[in-house]
């Protein structure tokens, strides 16, 4: 009988395994890879006011101005266990890409290495092209310039604002009739992010803005260990998640660049793009609406309309706070 219970174990683990194999197939490939998920948007609760604003942009004839994006750094130093960043380098790339949903006129600032080399073979006349010039010319401001440009960083990231949890185990006295515990966990984090607007010809800071979003986390679990018989039975299960640090980054970009374009648009309140506007709440949470009192009262309306958490939505609902921009 023991022999039995060993050959079926020993086919079990045989069974489990037997999508992999120590020789390739005659596709070259030792294993298929697993998952089917499709490649889908990628938007958060903000894009809808991007796309919005553009089309308002459009109907309007509203000229957007040619923005840069420079270096968005992570500024925090945050390093994880592994040895890799913890916050995401790409922030720049998160801003061109809001931008071009807001309908700002983009030009090349990051990465001009392309271009340079480019350029520099055109001047040495090493560059051919088609038509009735076999070599490419360069001209006299063939390049359009940026009005403004946009920098900044991710400030802070802060571990564990606050934890809380609670742990409960019971059962007989006689540990034969089996023990049961439960579990469950909530943590709180949080990043910030400060941005710079600049007028490329003056290099005048024409706007500043800083945002912070908390990050949730949670785990439960659960378990039983008792006997049956001569038979040990032991199961454990849970759940952890944690709300997507990166995209938390992302959602902070687009809402910086929504302020940037509301502004250029003339556009201050929620009014002009309400229908394309999800109802779902603003993940970056409640902001306390107050007014500096050295300033005149159109920059105050604006400062309050900037820190007000429903600026950007038609009618708040406190029960959807997806990130994504869906429910």
Known sequence: MRALKTLAVLAATTALTACVTP?????????????????????????????????YATSNNVTAPRIAVGRILDYTGS??????????QGASLMAMSAFNKAGARLVERFDT??????????NNRLIGQEGGENVRRIYAGQ????????????TELNYNIRSTGVDAQGGH????????????????????????????????????????????????????????????????????ALEPVQLAVRAGVERAVVEVMSRFYNVTDSGVCATAIQAEGDPMGPGATQTATNVSPATAAIEQS?????????????????LRGRS
Not at 143 to 154: A, E, K, T
């Open 113 to 122: 290495s392309v271009t340079e080399l480019e350029l520099r073979y055109a």
């Open 173 to 240: 006295t006689d540990a034969r009739d089996g023990v049961g515990n439960v579990g469950a966990r909530l943590y709180v984090m949080n990043i910030a992010l400060d941005f710079r607007l600049i007028d490329t010809r003056t290099l005048e800071v024409v706007d500043v803005i800083s945002y912070q979003k908390q990050i949730i986390g949670r785990e439960l679990r659960a378990g039983v260990f008792s006997f049956f018989g001569d038979t040990i039975v032991d199961i454990a299960g849970g759940e952890r």
């Open 79 to 88: 390093v994880s266990e592994e040895g890799g960043r913890r916050i995401t």
């Open 23 to 55: 020789f390739s197939g005659n596709d070259g490939m030792y294993a298929l890879p697993i998952g089917d998920a499709p490649v889908t948007a990628n938007p958060t609760a903000y894009t809808p006011a991007l796309d919005c604003l553009h089309s």
């Open 143 to 154: 390049m359009p310039g940026s009005d403004y440009y946009f920098v900044g960083g991710i």
């Open 306 to 322: 900037r820190v007000s958490p429903d600026t950007w939505n038609d009618r708040r609902d406190d029960n959807l706070t997806g």
